[in-house]
């Protein structure tokens, strides 16, 4: 006769499997062709008719965060000696996002814009549907958000993986400076675009989020081919405006 124990255990084990099977139907898988370790982007940054600095996204590496693998992306920005006199900006920006779903797992931010400087980190849990923040200004807090919630780098990723076509939306949530909230980025026309790193055939794209203050939306011209490599950045923002133009593409 089977005892209750060994009922008890092949009951266990059968559970154990089964919410494996879950959790793995339920993580989303991307194909990525757009962008890997190696990508290196730099930008020259102009507010109206002024140098102003330079940028670089970096796709650094990958790493394991919570034994998942991740790409280690970089976004960092200075102002050059002039404008720094005016308004001296020093930022590096951190997304570890999940390989296969192109989601954060942490993201960590250290700024110095003007005088004032401010650091955190975010850790995303997706499962749950919590992020942990780690603020220096404010300490630390906890916040429910939607899962596969983006940070504002690894936002700028996902966007590049996903088929764009002329009057079709993209949805997403997106996380920055303590709190989340859903944006849509409009796919708008084709277009052919001239920079300092050569002459592009284009799709422009609209959206509320990007890497300054903006006023009104931030145009994105991104090569019209499965890489969707940025090549312009252009938003108004509370005093004029400010552009980024792609100087230089670098591949491992």
């Known amino acids: ?30 194909e990525n062709n757009a962008f890997k370790v190696g990508e290196k982007l730099t930008f020259s940054i102009g507010w109206e008719f002024i140098s102003a600095g330079t940028a670089i996204l970096n796709v650094e590496k990958i790493v394991r965060i919570n034994d998942i693998p991740c790409y280690h992306i970089s976004a960092v920005t200075n102002s050059n000696a002039f404008f720094s006199t005016l308004y001296k900006v020093r930022d590096r920006l951190e997304s570890y996002v999940d390989v296969d779903g192109i989601f954060p797992l942490r993201y960590i931010k250290k700024t110095y814009e003007g005088g004032y400087e401010r650091n955190f980190n975010v850790n995303f849990n997706h499962e749950s549907q919590v992020a942990l923040i780690s603020d220096a200004d404010s300490g630390n807090s906890e916040i429910k958000i939607p899962q596969y919630l983006q940070d504002i780098i690894s936002s700028f990723y996902f966007v590049r993986t996903q088929p764009m076509v002329e009057g079709q939306d993209i949805h997403l949530s997106v996380f920055d400076n303590g709190r989340y909230k859903n944006v849509t980025v409009k796919v708008i026309k084709k277009e052919r675009i001239s920079v300092e790193a050569g002459e592009f055939d284009c799709i422009l794209v609209q ?16 090569t019209d081919d499965v890489r969707r490599i940025p090549v312009l950045m252009k938003s108004k923002i509370i005093i004029g405006s400010v552009h980024a133009e792609l100087e230089s593409i670098s591949a491992e």
């Open 1 to 30: 006769m089977i005892s209750f124990k060994k009922i008890a255990l092949c009951a266990i084990f059968f559970l154990s499997c089964s919410i494996s099977q879950l959790i793995g139907q339920n993580q989303r898988k991307i």
């Open 207 to 222: 959206t509320p989020i990007g890497p300054f203050s903006n006023k009104s939306d931030l145009n994105i011209w991104l």
